[in-house]
């Protein structure tokens, strides 16, 4: 079945060590999204990539990066991660972004921990 | 950017049980979906419905986007019900950004 994945599903990682969280599609959508999601909040937008363009939101901070090398897979990475960035991670995809019926569709996300 | 409110933020049911989720948003909207949120973490799509009224099974929507709010309801709710309902919008001006309400956390009691 179409998909969206990510890997890790759990990930622990030291504080101020770098760590890459990884997306892949499936689906041959041209959007893909990360989102921050903490305890008990929404799900925070942090950028997307419409094909190869790079979309920041402005309250992202400079220590969080993405990558999209290709269609199929997009990269968070986190430069020096600090206790606050501990979190679940949840990439989504759209085709388009653009017609009113379409869905976003999310991976299970990836629960971050630091330590 | 565009504000999106949900209520209630909580919500305990017995099972059987009806009930209505509000999502209400600041501007207006070319997209607007409902979300479940299971124990798990997983986001899955109820609805894409910026407008009109959609049903699937027990649960249907209606959006008044004149009105900018939109409307899940959940009928003889069960224990799988369980879980955060979250309503997302995208603005015609910002169409690829979805943003999310605050949720509704939802606990059906067998």
């Known amino acids: 079945d179409a998909m969206v994945i990510q890997n890790p599903r759990y990930q622990v990682t030291q504080f101020g060590k770098p760590v890459t969280l990884s997306c892949s599609q499936t689906?041959?959508?041209?959007?893909m999204y990360w989102y921050q999601q903490k305890s008990s909040q929404a799900p925070k937008l942090l950028f997307h990539?419409?094909?190869?363009?790079?979309?920041n939101e402005a309250d992202t901070p400079d220590n969080f990066q993405s990558r999209r090398p290709n269609t199929s897979f997009c990269f968070l990475d986190i430069r020096s991660p600090g206790l606050g960035d501990a979190a679940m991670y949840l990439c989504?995809?759209?085709?388009?972004?653009?017609?009113?019926?379409?869905?976003?569709?999310f991976g299970s996300g990836t629960q971050l921990s630091v330590l | 950017g565009i504000q999106v409110e949900q209520s209630p933020p909580d919500l305990i049911l017995q099972e059987g049980a009806n009930s209505t989720l509000r999502c209400n948003f600041s501007?207006?909207?070319?997209?607007l979906q409902w979300f479940h949120q299971n124990p798990w973490g997983q986001l899955i799509n109820l609805f894409y419905?910026?407008?009109g009224t959609k049903q699937n099974g027990r649960l249907s929507a209606t959006t008044v986007a004149t009105e900018r709010y939109s409307l899940l309801y959940i009928s003889s709710s069960q224990t799988t019900d369980s879980g955060v309902y979250f309503c997302a919008v995208s603005t015609f001006y910002n169409f690829n950004k979805f943003y999310f309400g605050s949720g509704t956390k939802l606990n059906v009691k067998p």
């Open positions: 689906l041959n959508h041209n959007v």
């Open positions: 501007d207006s909207v070319n997209n």
């Open positions: 990539y419409y094909d190869k363009d790079f979309n």
């Open positions: 419905i910026p407008s």
């Open positions: 989504a995809t759209s085709l388009r972004g653009t017609a009113t019926n379409e869905k976003l569709f």
